[in-house]
């Protein structure tokens, strides 16, 4: 999605000074699930162009993350449920990247780098692209090359120090339609090796017969994962209602046997030249991994997730987003959105029986200056 939303969807005009063009912003994130995870993330970003050719971005972020997490599932009441761990988690997350930008004529080639940093996890990211503009820049293709190396570690196994490398390829294309219309897609392939499993997830099954008379599991998960996501975007902007609408559909699937289908439809209403809302409605469907399971089977496989994330479900999400915009050049947006995921909600028939719902909030506070 971050490299989707990567392509130029508008051409900003050069304007006088020593930066060109350039804006600065700050914004706050807030998500809440309904007894569990609480997450609370400040963000500050820049972008500058200079010279005419050059352009430079940044931004520095802090996630932290409080609340209860799921860890372990059992079907000791009868049925598998999720259990809540006892004691409250509290992490901090702290990333920043960077980009540098240079265009010659119609080309245009970027670097950029990532680092994300918190208690049991270090990541570190790079990327380069490319971008060529034909067809008077009302068509423009781009193509992108990422690899990030991760450390995993567990705050409850001391021992745990394991390494995940990813490679990352990109392609895109934007054209203009005409002149109140424009299309996006953008197809990105991952392949990724080594350690997959979530140290903080477990299984515990009890048998009604037999023995042993219970199973304890780990969460086992295969030491690849290869993934496409398709993405394509649509934007047409009505004169006469003074809107525009917004249609976004993704298309994911992994060689875990994950097929997942994403569809927003949004509608922005100006309201004069300083106002608009855009309310917008998203539905997801997915299928579960091959190896997902909320229970232990007999006799114990190789590869196992009670991880709900990986079960069959679906979800709606809501949002409704506010934009002013003054003479000065600074813009205020604020961002209300609902989340509800459920077994029920899955496309083409019943989810996973043990996914249990998940009822979330997040909100967006931001201030963007522009010169």
């Known amino acids: 999605m971050q490299a989707a939303l990567a392509l130029p969807i508008l051409v900003v005009p050069a304007r006088a000074g020593a930066a060109e063009v350039g804006e600065v912003g700050i914004a706050v994130l807030g998500y809440k699930e309904r007894g569990l995870i609480k997450v609370t993330e400040p963000i500050i970003w820049a972008k500058g162009r200079f010279a005419e050719v050059w352009e430079v971005s940044g931004s520095v972020a802090v996630d932290i993350v409080s609340g209860a997490s799921p860890q372990l599932v059992s079907n000791a009441t009868g049925q598998p449920m999720q259990t809540i761990t006892g004691a ?33 996890y270090l990541s570190h990211a790079f990327g380069i692209e490319v971008r060529h503009d034909f067809n008077q ?11 990030s190396n991760d450390r995993i570690r567990s705050s409850d ?47 515990l099954t009890f048998y009604p017969s037999g023995s042993p008379p219970f199973a304890f599991s780990g969460d086992l998960r295969p030491s690849s994962r290869d993934t496409v996501a398709w993405l394509t975007r649509y934007r047409r902007h009505f004169p006469g209602s003074a809107g525009t609408l917004h249609a976004d559909y993704r298309y994911f699937h992994d060689d875990w046997g994950i097929r997942a289908h994403t569809l927003e439809v949004g509608w922005v209403q100006s309201f ?40 069959a479900f679906g979800g709606l999400s809501p949002s409704l987003k506010a934009t002013l915009r003054l003479e000065s050049g600074t813009t205020f947006e604020a ?26 909030y997040y909100g967006v506070v931001s201030i963007v200056h522009e010169f």
Not at 90 to 96: H, M, P, Q, V
Not at 274 to 281: F, Q
Not at 288 to 301: C, E, N, T
């Open 272 to 311: 004069g030249a300083r106002w608009s809302l855009r309310p917008a409605l998203r539905y997801y469907t997915q299928t579960a991994a091959d190896f997902y399971s909320p229970l232990v089977p007999r006799p114990q496989p190789a590869l196992i997730s009670s991880d709900q994330r990986l079960a």
């Open 335 to 360: 961002t209300a959105g609902y989340v509800y995921n459920s077994r029920s909600m899955r496309v083409g028939g019943e989810g996973s029986p043990a996914f249990q719902p998940l009822r979330a």
């Open 137 to 147: 820049r009302n068509t423009t293709l781009v193509a992108g090359y990422g690899r």
């Open 88 to 120: 409250s988690v509290t992490d901090r997350r702290k990333i920043w990247d960077a980009k540098v930008s240079r265009r010659f004529d119609d080309t245009t080639l970027a670097a950029s780098r990532n680092v994300s940093r918190e208690e049991d």
């Open 157 to 203: 196994d001391p021992l745990l120090d394991e390494g995940r490398d990813t490679r990352e390829y990109m392609v895109g294309l934007v054209q203009v339609l005409s002149p109140v219309a424009v299309v996006q897609s953008t197809l990105v392939a991952t392949r990724g090796e080594g350690w997959y499993n979530d140290p903080y997830k477990q299984t």
